[in-house]
């Protein structure tokens, strides 16, 4: 029987995925590196029930993968920003959007495309450096657009197909 | 409600959870990394029922994560080695165990280490490659061994606990 959770598995990969394998977990973090931060943008984009979305911030709150932050003083309202551990998940994304790309394509394209902040040059996200500077990148420094396939149908698994 | 896939996501890291995210799906493929070929010992490891393991087998080799390789004439008999798209899958699980190295790691240290088998430098898994020389890494690269947490109790999440 597959235990309810990896706590028992001696394996960094598997406890990743305890913390953000989960499909709604998944899907948070990806709005959360797109830029979203208020509960109600969360539901809005999401489509998700005010309970789960509150449990899974709440989660990501506690592994220091989200931080709370007030915004407005009366009445008082917070929003999430990424926290140390949301952000060292950037190249885990970085990784899983290229073999996704790769490997589960639209017709037309990558549904989101990616560059160098400084210089423009498109990102190599197995290195995670620029491909036309050679530099080193980090979070702050892709700069992350609607790609060719955005618009698309969503892609098939290109082997499965 | 949540879709019971992502295939109406036109998100390329929602398509990547789909194919490798599912719990025995992510067990299976740590397996293969770890050099497990045979039926009977994913079997034995996992301690997984024939049927799902059948299936989860049978669903890499249409992905192309897996192929079926015959190692004997008689009886026939099969073996499940990496192919490509599964060997792409190696940035990602890198990334996913120094994620997990850091943020869930148990009291000894990491359960695995990993260096360059060319000069034994430790590998930098944010940018893959090695920090004594400055290679770049890929799977080939990369001695992957039992580190000091290997025997630990699992760990825990450190911001968590």
Redesign the interface.
């Known amino acids: 029987v597959?235990p309810s959770d990896?706590?028992?598995?001696?394996?960094?990969?598997?406890?990743?995925?305890?913390?953000v394998?989960e499909?709604?977990s998944?899907?948070l973090l990806?709005e959360t590196f797109l830029g979203t931060r208020r509960f109600d943008d969360f539901q809005r984009n999401l489509g998700i029930s005010r309970n789960v979305l509150s449990t899974r911030l709440a989660r990501f709150v506690?592994?220091?993968i989200l931080k709370r932050v007030q915004y407005q003083e009366r009445p008082a309202r917070f929003e999430y920003r990424l926290d140390q551990?949301g952000k060292?998940?950037f190249?885990?994304?970085?990784?899983?959007?290229?073999?996704?790309?790769?490997?589960?394509p639209?017709a037309d394209g990558?549904?989101?495309s990616f560059s160098h902040r400084d210089c423009g040059g498109s990102i190599d996200?197995?290195?995670?450096?620029c491909e036309k500077c050679g530099q080193?990148v980090g979070l702050r420094d892709v700069w992350g657009e609607a790609g060719p396939?955005?618009q698309?149908?969503?892609?098939?698994?290109?082997?499965?197909a």
């Open positions: 597959l990896y706590s028992d598995i001696n394996c960094s990969v598997a406890r990743t995925l305890e913390a394998g499909r709604w998944a899907l990806r506690e592994l220091g551990a060292d998940l190249p885990m994304l970085m990784a899983m959007t290229a073999w996704g790309d790769k490997y589960a639209t990558p549904p989101r996200a197995v290195h995670l450096r080193d396939g955005a698309s149908a969503p892609g098939t698994f290109a082997h499965a």
